[in-house]
């Protein structure tokens, strides 16, 4: 990566960068909020335009704008998508996962573009890509590829347009994104993720129904209470607004646990943690006080 930048043409400030077993203590993921300290203090207090948190096999990239805000992964989607349609591209159709935010939503549809969506997991998108019937293939954590790049996960292809994308617009990185998020209707949406450890194992139902009690806690409305509960593939379930809101919850395959993530309007309740715990643990709380 930073090779590619100075061919770019970019000034490059590495942190962290020596290889260390320990990843300097850190987990070398870069959708964990801790992992994006560093270069979120370093773009506000250096005068970066951007930085790029990679993992640690460098396949995956979350970017920060120049005040150091993350620009979550289905956000920094839909800029690449805008980017490449301006630049011409031919992008028949985008592939996403079911864990994917509104904004690469919106902006296909408002570009008349349809969606597949799979299970979560980029093995589940490079065949869509490898088979040419996508364009364009994002997950929840920092997995892109876009064609003529790559059709496996590609953060120096994202790199590259990113620059691109400054260099056309010569606007700093965050109020492009606040023009994308204010065009589509998403500035007020807020990202959620929790990932509970429950108790006991958990069913089916005791997701459905917990799903939906956390969705009264956010306050959540544009039809929540009344909307069904979807079933998604793999165990995952997911509640949608007509607002834009929405919540999905799975369990985690790569974490021991249960995820709930999602976007809401408003602030998200302190206690969100702790009352999808109680959810989660209720029957069995409830099983132990009666033995």
Same mark, same amino acid.
């Given at each position: 990566?930073?090779?590619? %930048?100075? !061919?770019?043409?970019?000034?490059?400030?590495?942190?962290?960068? #020596?290889?260390?077993?320990?990843?300097?203590? +850190?987990? *070398?993921? &870069?959708?964990?909020?801790?992992?994006?300290?560093?270069?979120?203090?370093?773009?506000?207090?250096?005068?970066?335009?951007?930085?790029?948190?990679?993992?640690?096999?460098?396949?995956?990239?979350?970017?920060?704008?120049?005040?150091?805000?993350?620009?979550?992964?289905?956000?920094?989607?839909?800029?690449?998508?805008?980017?490449?349609?301006?630049?011409?591209?031919?992008?028949?159709?985008?592939?996403?996962?079911?864990?994917?935010?509104?904004?690469? $939503? /919106?902006?296909?549809? $408002?570009?008349?573009?349809?969606?597949?969506?799979?299970?979560?997991?980029?093995?589940?998108?490079? *065949?869509?890509?490898?088979?040419?019937?996508?364009? +364009?293939?994002? %997950?929840?954590?920092?997995?892109?590829?876009?064609?003529?790049?790559?059709?496996?996960?590609? *953060?120096?292809?994202?790199?590259?347009?990113?620059? @691109?994308?400054?260099?056309?617009? %010569?606007?700093?990185?965050? @109020?492009?994104?606040?023009? /994308?998020?204010?065009?589509?209707?998403?500035?007020? +949406?807020?990202?959620?993720?929790? /990932? !509970?450890?429950?108790?006991?194992?958990?069913? #089916?139902?005791?997701?459905?129904?917990?799903? $939906?009690?956390?969705?009264?806690?956010?306050?959540?409305?544009?039809?929540?209470?009344?909307?069904?509960?979807?079933? +998604?593939?793999?165990?995952?379930?997911?509640?949608?607004?007509?607002?834009? @809101?929405?919540? *999905?919850?799975?369990?985690?395959?790569?974490?021991?646990?249960?995820?709930?993530?999602?976007?809401?309007? %408003?602030?998200? &309740?302190?206690?969100?943690?702790?009352?999808?715990?109680?959810?989660?643990?209720?029957?069995?709380?409830?099983?132990?006080?009666?033995?």
């Amino acid at each position: 990566m930073e090779k590619l %930048g100075y !061919v770019l043409g970019w000034r490059v400030r590495t942190i962290a960068c #020596a290889p260390r077993a320990d990843f300097g203590g +850190l987990q *070398p993921d &870069p959708s964990k909020p801790a992992s994006r300290q560093r270069i979120k203090a370093e773009a506000r207090t250096s005068g970066a335009d951007f930085g790029f948190v990679l993992d640690g096999d460098g396949d995956r990239l979350y970017v920060v704008d120049e005040t150091g805000a993350t620009l979550q992964p289905h956000g920094l989607t839909a800029h690449v998508l805008r980017h490449a349609i301006t630049r011409r591209q031919r992008i028949p159709k985008i592939a996403l996962t079911q864990s994917s935010g509104m904004s690469v $939503r /919106l902006e296909a549809r $408002r570009l008349d573009l349809s969606v597949c969506e799979t299970p979560i997991g980029f093995k589940y998108l490079a *065949p869509l890509m490898s088979s040419g019937e996508v364009g +364009l293939a994002a %997950g929840a954590v920092g997995d892109f590829a876009v064609a003529g790049w790559s059709t496996d996960r590609d *953060p120096f292809a994202i790199a590259a347009l990113v620059s @691109q994308m400054l260099a056309r617009t %010569g606007m700093p990185l965050s @109020q492009t994104v606040a023009n /994308l998020h204010r065009d589509l209707g998403t500035d007020a +949406l807020h990202w959620i993720e929790h /990932l !509970v450890v429950p108790k006991t194992t958990v069913s #089916a139902t005791t997701m459905s129904n917990a799903l $939906r009690c956390i969705a009264r806690h956010c306050g959540i409305g544009g039809g929540v209470e009344t909307a069904p509960v979807q079933t +998604l593939s793999h165990g995952a379930f997911r509640l949608r607004g007509a607002d834009h @809101q929405w919540l *999905p919850m799975r369990g985690s395959t790569t974490e021991r646990g249960i995820g709930l993530y999602g976007e809401i309007f %408003g602030e998200v &309740p302190s206690d969100l943690a702790e009352v999808l715990a109680a959810h989660m643990n209720e029957k069995h709380e409830n099983g132990r006080s009666r033995s």
